[in-house]
Antibody, heavy 124, light 109 residues
Framework: QVQLQESGPGLAKTSETLSLTCTVS????????WTWIRQPPGKGLEWIGY???????NYNPSLRSRVTISLETSSNQFSLKLNSVTAADSAVYYC??????????????????WGKGTTVTVSS | EIVLTQSPGILSLSPGERATLSCRAS???????LAWYQQKPGQAPRLLMY???SRATGIPDRFRGSGSGTDFTLSISRLEPEDFAVYYC??????????FGPGTKVLIK
């Protein structure tokens, strides 16, 4: 059974870097795409970006200038770094696995396994 | 950018009733790119449907996804107590690569 667990500081200071790690069990991290999503208090879901074992990344344009997602294959983990944070970055951060499907015209991805989420509050 | 709109924002129903949730895209999309998630308070979202109409592992058959073009529907044939939650539709393949709708909250009447 695939499980994901987010970890990292629950508090980040304004203008500093938020760093989170997602530990994957039950699946080889090199075999899938992995992604981060966040949810501000009382609001909807926002996709942050993904990483693949080749090192390929894709980020939400709204966050691209501030975000880095990377793999740590030896420890079966992937991480999120978001710099220059403000109060607007306070949210529950989820990591998830991207699975894929195909159809005659191509392929698509969806988030099939999620971590439980970790709350990060940004404050001065 | 394609925008997803979900309606209604809140749906108040009794257990045993049928729920019909709508997800509308601002322009026509490939139906395979549409997924649905369920989120209960304090929990992570859970994948319900992918490819618009394929149920994820372990999802009961009272959940059904359908639609094409700009209009997609998640139907729950008979609401069980555990189905009262927020439901999000999600689109893959545009910019940003993944976009979520604002959600529909299904409340117990």
């Amino acid at each position: 059974q695939v499980q994901l667990q987010e970890s990292g500081p629950g508090l980040a200071k304004t203008s500093e870097t938020l760093s989170l790690t997602c530990t994957v069990s039950g699946a080889y991290i090199s075999s899938y795409y992995w992604t981060w999503i966040r949810q501000p208090p009382g609001k909807g879901l926002e996709w942050i970006g993904y990483v693949y074992s080749s090192g390929t990344t894709n980020y939400n344009p709204s966050l691209r200038s501030r975000v880095t997602i990377s793999l740590e294959t030896s420890s079966n983990q992937f991480s999120l770094k978001l710099n220059s944070v403000t109060a607007a970055d306070s949210a529950v951060y989820y990591c998830a696995r991207l699975n894929s499907g195909s159809f005659y015209g191509g392929y698509y991805f969806y988030m099939d396994v999620w971590g439980k989420g970790t709350t990060v509050t940004v404050s001065s | 950018e394609i925008v997803l709109t979900q309606s209604p924002g809140i749906l108040s129903l009794s257990p045993g009733e049928r729920a019909t949730l709508s997800c509308r895209a601002s322009q026509s999309i490939t139906s395979s790119y549409l997924a649905w998630y369920q989120q209960k308070p304090g929990q992570a979202p859970r994948l319900l449907m992918y490819g618009a109409s394929s149920r994820a592992t372990g999802i009961p058959d009272r959940f059904r996804g359908s639609g094409s073009g700009t209009d997609f529907t998640l139907s729950i044939s008979r609401l069980e107590p555990e189905d009262f939650a927020v439901y999000y539709c999600q689109l893959y393949g545009t910019s940003p690569l993944f976009t979520f709708g604002p959600g529909t909250k299904v409340l117990i009447k």
